[in-house]
């Protein structure tokens, strides 16, 4: 399997994947329009719960899950 068509997988797994149930934990991420977002921290302290609480959000408000990717 060359590079790119493992990406176009990796890609079609992420959107076919359903966002979980969540209990609001973080206070809210600042995302800035046309730029990509990067959530860094210590080991064990959130992060993964934090992106998908973002990702929730922005289903949400509206955005389709094609432009969310985990």
Request: proline content about 4%; overall charge positive.
């Amino acid at each position: 399997m060359d590079l790119l068509s493992l990406y176009d997988r990796l890609i079609e797994e992420s959107i076919s994947r359903r966002i979980p149930k969540l209990m609001r934990r973080h206070p809210g991420v600042l995302l800035r329009a046309g730029r990509a977002d990067v959530l860094v921290g210590m080991r064990r302290s959130g992060k993964t719960y934090g992106l998908w609480e973002t990702l929730a959000a922005q289903a949400q408000a509206g955005v389709p899950r094609d432009r969310l990717l985990f």
